[in-house]
T-cell receptor
């Protein structure tokens, strides 16, 4: 079955540590995205990528880094520079078609990161 | 002005009621529109796309008003299982989807 998979589902990080969140999709989507969601808040865009080996900062990129070495994979690293990393992280993918029906985003199940 | 704005609610409605949400968007170049549903501590899932001519899927009706730059979602005969947060989503085309902060719906028995 095609889909988008995030791992792990829960992650605990000590202060000062870098952690990497995995996101893999087998939908053959060109575009992938990382969002952060805080309790009771909307989704905020961290980074996105529309093609392999290229990515763009979103609204809250500071303290995060990404790579896009393969079309299927878009890992997110939360670095020690991110001062308040506890949040729900969502990865999504979509096609880049301008046809309305093709541009919806599909989400992974999310990773809940907690700093301990 | 925020790109996509929604009333955060909560909307508390009894079972069987009809409830409507509106969402306004600021970019007149927006090309496609969606409603997503997000359950507590879960990922958003597509509820329905919003077409220029309006569209209906069972108890759910979505409409687009390009002149006034808003989209709406109507839920008829509300069920307890409709309780969730409904996200309005806009796509300008070739750029990341823009999400509203969501409207929380609670359907009460």
């Amino acid at each position: 079955d095609g889909g988008i998979t995030q791992s792990p589902k829960y992650l605990f990080r000590k202060e000062g540590q870098n952690v990497t969140l995995s996101c893999e999709q087998n939908l053959n989507h060109d575009a992938m995205y990382w969002y952060r969601q805080d309790p009771g808040q909307g989704l905020r865009l961290i980074y996105y990528s529309q093609i392999v080996n290229d990515f763009q900062k979103g609204d809250i990129a500071e303290g995060y880094s990404v790579s896009r070495e393969k079309k299927e994979s878009f890992p997110l690293t939360v670095t020690s520079a991110q001062k308040n990393p506890t949040a729900f992280y969502l990865c999504a993918s979509s096609t880049l078609g301008r046809v309305q029906e093709d541009s919806e985003a599909f989400f992974g199940q999310g990773t809940r990161l907690t700093v301990v | 002005r925020k790109e996509v704005e929604q009333d955060p609610g909560p909307f508390n409605v009894p079972e069987g009621a009809t409830v409507a949400f509106n969402c306004t968007y600021s970019n007149s170049a927006s090309q496609s529109f969606f409603w997503y549903r997000q359950d507590c501590r879960k990922e958003p899932k597509l509820l329905m796309s919003v077409y220029s001519s309006g569209n209906e899927d069972g108890r759910f009706t979505a409409q687009l008003n390009r002149a006034s730059q808003y989209i709406s979602l109507l839920i008829r005969d509300s069920k307890l299982s409709d309780s969730a947060t409904y996200l309005c989503v806009v796509n300008v085309g070739g750029t990341p989807l823009v999400f509203g902060k969501g409207t929380r719906l609670s359907v009460i028995a």
